[in-house]
T-cell receptor
Framework: NAGVTQTPKFQVLKTGQSMTLQCAQDMNHEYMSWYRQDPGMGLRLIHYSVGAGITDQGEVPNGYNVSRSTTEDFPLRLLSAAPSQTSVYFC???????????FGPGTRLTVL | DAKTTQPTSMDCAEGRAANLPCNHSTISGNEYVYWYRQIHSQGPQYIIHGLKNNETNEMASLIITEDRKSSTLILPHATLRDTAVYYC??????????????FGKGTLLTVNP
């Protein structure tokens, strides 16, 4: 079991560029989510999904898009990167109804 | 979900027990108490959770007061590798479509040699 994997580990973008952060899990979890963590802050929920084809917004969804075409993958898209999106992004997954979430190692994104 | 209050930071000597408190005075009857930790630069890691009974696993023990308004996470023999930010989270268990975890700022536990 690889658990939750995220790619890339590090990324530097220029303002206005777009990119996709990848997240995959091999535990057959229905629930997947994206968080961002700014320096000295707790994690804030961006988007989440309770199954393939079903996504919803978290507390800070602006500037981000998601889709869930398979159980395993939950990519996060930045359409036009802004310096305010400089952060560490974590993907997590769990079985539905479980508060035990498994987190990936994170993607460190810098937007210049 | 109920809000939680934790101290900003705590110190503990290596080999001693670390007792991390959490206040959740507005907790509802169907809300569980979860503990996660985040070692520097890594993703959060699940530790333990409970509803009203005390719980123990290979990592830690969770003591929940009888009125459920507060809890304590106990690391029985802290090591340097336990230095991390510890998050106490309260969330509704069971079914429903919203399974999010609401992270606060947590407690930075520093284990000293």
């Amino acid at each position: 079991n690889a658990g939750v994997t995220q790619t890339p580990k590090f990324q530097v973008l220029k303002t206005g560029q777009s990119m996709t952060l990848q997240c995959a899990q091999d535990m057959n979890h229905e629930y997947m989510s994206w968080y961002r963590q700014d320096p000295g802050m707790g994690l804030r929920l961006i988007h989440y999904s309770v199954g393939a084809g079903i996504t919803d917004q978290g507390e800070v969804p602006n500037g981000y898009n998601v889709s869930r075409s398979t159980t395993e993958d939950f990519p996060l898209r930045l359409l036009s990167a802004a310096p305010s999106q400089t952060s560490v992004y974590f993907c997590a997954s769990s079985y539905l109804g479980s508060g035990t979430q498994y987190f990936g190692p994170g993607t460190r994104l810098t937007v210049l | 979900d109920a809000k939680t209050t934790q101290p900003t930071s705590m110190d503990c000597a290596e080999g001693r027990a670390a007792n991390l408190p959490c206040n959740h005075s507005t907790i509802s009857g169907n809300e569980y108490v979860y503990w996660y930790r985040q070692i520097h630069s890594q993703g959060p890691q699940y530790i333990i959770h409970g509803l009203k009974n005390n719980e123990t696993n290979e990592m830690a023990s969770l003591i929940i007061t009888e009125d459920r308004k507060s809890s304590t996470l106990i690391l029985p023999h802290a090591t340097l590798r336990d230095t991390a930010v510890y998050y106490c989270i309260v969330r509704v268990g069971g079914g429903g479509s919203n399974y999010k975890l609401t992270f606060g700022k947590g407690t930075l536990l520093t284990v000293n040699p």
